[in-house]
């Protein structure tokens, strides 16, 4: 008996959503925190004398006597700041034009009344990668419903294929960049730790070489210890905040799909026979 094997068009890419080139916002935060650090923290008005090189007359004045590893600290601390802002956009072009739940509902809908057609629509309307997923495993059912003189279980793997595939395609695009942020999480306290050990190193030299003069040198470095383990430790806890907000949310998104892929082959399951 004839069969039709017309082969199944391989998952579309998508055209990546996101900031690719991460580095050059990682080059422009350092950019910012270092002027910030010269201009802004080091301005003469916030020390005595004028300049500098006299005591902090404010906050921003003791900030700044943290040190270079002060705007290291807040160039990582901006980077993740604008690497979380990037994902919220991109995961919001990723899920489409209406809310995730709203549009899993439809599609349920859509699969209930086996009108599928009108699932490619509603995808098409939706846009983004979690609808050419579902698109995906959708067009492998029309596709199976055309093809005859296969086993009914071999076209429930084609679909089942088919949207691991599409996801396989997608997914990088939900997760780019969230590596940025979880290396932040560790390299933000251990660049607030060797602030503070460079702080604690001009306070132990400032105390060795003894007398009053080298009070302002102690304090220095006592300050540098802390305003730098305070920074480093803010980052992380951000960057902690950060990453696991988003990695739950693609989660969520995970688990979402993986149950329309079951409910798209199970369709095809209960509404099918074995064909000899």
């Not at 780019?176 to 979880?182: H, K, T, W």
């Amino acid at each position: 008996m004839a069969t039709n094997t017309k082969a199944a068009a391989p998952a579309k890419k998508q055209s990546s959503i996101g900031v690719k080139d991460a580095i050059w916002i990682i080059v422009a935060c350092l950019v910012i925190a270092f002027c910030n650090f010269e201009f802004n923290l080091g301005n003469g008005s916030h020390f005595a004398g004028g300049t500098s090189e006299g005591a902090p007359l404010d906050i921003l004045g003791t900030i700044y006597k943290g040190g270079v590893i002060v705007p290291v600290i807040h160039a990582l601390l901006l980077t993740v700041l604008c690497m979380s802002l990037e994902r919220v956009l991109a995961l919001s072009k990723c899920i489409g034009k209406e809310k995730l739940a709203k549009f899993l509902a439809k599609i349920k809908a859509d699969l209930k009344a086996k009108d599928f057609d009108k699932a490619l629509k509603d995808c098409q309307y939706q846009g983004g990668s979690v609808a050419n997923i579902v698109a995906a495993s959708v067009n492998a059912y029309k596709e199976a419903e055309n093809t005859t003189g296969v086993k009914k279980e071999l076209k429930i793997a084609k679909i089942q294929q088919a949207h691991e595939e599409a996801i396989a395609v997608e997914m990088p695009t939900m997760t780019m960049n969230l590596p940025i942020i979880a290396t932040i999480v560790t390299l933000g306290t251990l660049t607030g730790l060797l602030g503070t050990v460079v702080g604690m190193i001009k306070s132990f030299q400032a105390l060795a070489a003894g007398g009053g003069g080298d009070s302002l040198e102690l304090s220095t470095g006592i300050s540098e210890a802390l305003i730098n383990t305070a920074f480093g430790i803010g980052t992380s806890w951000c960057a902690v905040i950060s990453y696991n907000f988003f990695t739950n949310r693609i989660d969520k998104i995970s688990f979402a799909l993986d149950e329309i892929g079951y409910s798209i082959a199970q369709t095809y399951a209960a509404s099918h026979t074995d064909e000899a």
